[in-house]
């Protein structure tokens, strides 16, 4: 996910640059909004991860 916002940053620089300010304001605020959203899947996963390797590692020393 967060090769696409970097990909529709691009673009909507590359866009912006050409004039077309409209297509630009639009994929700047797609990429943002999917930046947020990795963002907070990837922290969400951080925290999953951490309570299942803990979880695995109370139960190894049983």
Known sequence: ??????????IALV??????????GFL?????IIFVVALIASAIFFFLGWKGAKAAADKLKQ
């Open 1 to 10: 996910m967060f090769g696409w916002a970097i990909t529709l940053a691009i």
């Open 15 to 24: 866009a912006a640059i050409l004039g077309f300010g409209g297509v630009a």
């Open 28 to 32: 700047a605020d797609l990429a943002l």
